[in-house]
Nanobody
Framework: QVQLVESGGGAVQAGGSLRLSCAAS????????MGWFRQAPGKEREFAAA????????DYADSVKGRFTISRDNAKNTVYLQMNTLKPEDTAVYYC?????????????????WGQGTQVTVSS
């Protein structure tokens, strides 16, 4: 079992940037595909980005493509989400998650392990 802890959230003005981190413990992160999801108040959780075990493949939701970049450092057991050109609609709790599936997935049900989330607030 792997434990995930997100950090790096905060409040930022529109157009600004934040870098989220997800630190893993309990197991080596390289055995999992990793994803970032987000949930805004009153809305369902939605997929944001995913990265393969090696980091060689990534996938993004259309809403964040070109603005967000997911990366990982398996030596540090950490996954990152660089968020640029933030918009008020990016305001949400951001969760990292680990998946043991063979391919990148965009559905939360395919991820077995979740962090507690970190709040991102973007003001206009």
């Amino acid at each position: 079992q792997v434990q995930l802890v997100e950090s790096g959230g905060g409040a930022v003005q529109a157009g600004g940037s934040l870098r989220l981190s997800c630190a893993a413990s309990g197991r080596f992160l390289f055995i999992y595909n990793m994803g970032w999801f987000r949930q805004a108040p009153g809305k369902e959780r939605e997929f944001a980005a995913a990265i393969s075990r090696s980091g060689g493949a990534t996938d993004y939701a259309d809403s964040v493509k070109g603005r967000f970049t997911i990366s990982r450092d398996n030596a540090k057991n950490t996954v990152y989400l660089q968020m640029n050109t933030l918009k008020p609609e990016d305001t949400a709790v951001y969760y990292c998650a680990a998946s043991a599936t063979g391919t990148l997935r965009t559905t939360g049900d395919d991820y077995a392990y979740w962090g507690q989330g970190t709040q991102v607030t973007v003001s206009s």
